[in-house]
């Protein structure tokens, strides 16, 4: 088992940045597959970027592309999302997940997670 607490939320300008952290604890987070997903009031759960058990493969929903950034650092059991150009329909709360993976092994939907953050507030005004 790996718990998960997400930081790093709060309100920002439209045009601004914001890095969230996921700090595991538990199982050995280098054994984890890691994404971001966020759903929105009255939307879906929709994947925001995805990064594999080395690191070496990351994937992007269309919505973030250019704009964000994941990554991990194993030594410290923590996964990050840079988000840079922050747009109003950015705003969500953000969710971080993880599950244990192959190497290699990219998961790009929520149901392929089993273990789950409790989210993080993010805001962008206008």
């Known amino acids: 088992q790996v718990q998960l607490v997400e930081s790093g939320g709060g309100l920002v300008q439209a045009g601004g940045s914001l890095r969230l952290s996921c700090a595991a604890s538990g199982r050995t987070f280098r054994n984890y597959a890691v994404g971001w997903f966020r759903q929105a009031p009255g939307k879906e759960r929709e994947v925001v970027a995805v990064?594999?058990?080395?690191?070496?493969?990351?994937a992007y929903g269309d919505s973030v592309k250019g704009r964000f950034t994941i990554s991990r650092d194993d030594a410290k059991n923590t996964a990050y999302l840079q988000m840079n150009s922050l747009k109003p329909e950015d705003t969500a709360v953000y969710y971080c997940?993880?599950?244990?993976?192959?190497?290699?092994?990219?998961?790009?939907?929520?149901?392929?997670?089993?273990?789950w953050g409790q989210g993080t507030q993010v805001t962008v005004s206008s």
């Open positions: 990064i594999s058990r080395s690191g070496g493969i990351t």
């Open positions: 997940a993880a599950r244990s993976a192959l190497f290699g092994g990219v998961y790009r939907t929520a149901n392929e997670f089993n273990y």
